[in-house]
C-alpha cells in the first residue's frame, strides 16, 4: 500500500487553488497537499465525510444508531471551515484521471483543530479539541490521516495549546492512542436534539 514519503511547506496544488485563508501554513507531500479548507469545499467534504462515516462506521455501530447519526455527522460544519485550521488533504497535480474530471472527488481527507470546546463553545487556556476527522476509504493505512493530525498537534502547541482532547468515534481509538492519545471514558454525544452518538473521550497532553 503506498504511503506518504515526504512533506515539505509549499504553495498548494496549484494556480487555480483559493488564496491560503489567514496565511496558514500549507504542505505537500509527493502527490498530496494539506491546506485550509475554504467555503469552496464544502461540497466536496459533504462527499468525502458521507463515504466516510458511512462505510467505516458500519462494523462498530448498530444499524440503527448510524442511520441516525450519518446526516448530522456527515455535513460539512461551516464555522469549522471559517476556522483557519479546519485543513483538507487533496490530490495534487495530474495524480489521478477520475480526480482531474471531478474535482469534488480530489479531497481524500479532512479534520483539524479548535480551542472552543465542540457542543458548548467554551475555550480554556492551554487547551484544544481534534474536529471532525475522516479519510475517504480507498485511501485509509497511507498515513494521511495521522500526518494531519501530527499537524493540528503541532499547530495548537505552537499556539500554547498542549491539552488535545477529542471526541472519538468507536473505531478511530488506535488511531488517536498511536498519536499519543488516552482514553478517559465512553462519552454520550449529543449531535442533534434526540440524536445521542456513542464516543470516546481522549485526550493528549504536551
Ligand atoms: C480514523 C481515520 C481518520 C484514520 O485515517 P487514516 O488516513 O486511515 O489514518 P492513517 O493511515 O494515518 O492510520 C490508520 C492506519 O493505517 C496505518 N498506517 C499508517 N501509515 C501507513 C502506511 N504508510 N501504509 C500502511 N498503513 C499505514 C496505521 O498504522 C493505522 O493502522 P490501523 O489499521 O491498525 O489503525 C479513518 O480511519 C477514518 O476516516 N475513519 C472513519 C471516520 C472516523 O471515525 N473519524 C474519526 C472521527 S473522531
Known amino acids: 500500500m503506498r504511503g506518504i514519503t515526504a512533506f515539505v511547506i509549499g504553495n498548494g496544488c496549484g494556480s487555480a487553488r483559493p488564496p491560503t485563508p489567514r496565511g496558514s501554513l500549507v504542505m505537500s507531500a509527493d502527490a498530496l497537499t494539506i491546506r485550509p479548507a475554504t467555503p469552496a469545499d464544502s461540497t466536496g467534504l459533504d462527499e468525502l465525510l458521507a463515504a466516510s462515516y ?109 491539552t488535545l482532547t477529542c471526541f472519538s468515534t468507536l473505531n478511530a481509538a488506535p488511531f488517536y492512542r498511536r498519536s499519543g492519545f488516552v482514553t478517559l471514558g465512553p462519552l454520550d454525544v449529543t449531535l442533534t436534539p434526540g440524536v445521542i452518538f456513542p464516543a470516546i473521550l481522549m485526550r493528549r497532553t504536551g
Do not use: K
Open 54 to 162: 458511512a462505510t467505516l462506521l458500519a462494523g462498530h455501530y448498530d444499524a440503527e444508531t448510524l442511520s441516525r447519526a450519518l446526516a448530522p455527522m456527515s455535513r460539512a460544519n461551516p464555522r469549522l471551515i471559517d476556522s483557519g485550521t479546519y485543513y483538507v488533504a487533496e490530490i495534487c497535480g495530474t495524480a489521478t484521471e477520475a480526480s482531474a474530471a471531478q474535482p469534488a472527488a480530489r479531497l481524500v481527507a479532512c479534520g483539524g483543530w479548535t480551542a472552543e470546546q465542540p457542543g458548548t463553545g467554551t475555550a480554556a487556556p492551554g487547551e484544544a479539541h481534534i474536529r471532525h476527522f475522516a479519510t475517504r476509504p480507498d485511501w485509509i493505512g497511507r498515513g494521511v490521516g495521522t500526518r494531519l493530525l501530527a499537524h493540528c498537534i503541532n499547530e495548537a502547541a505552537a499556539l500554547g495549546r498542549t
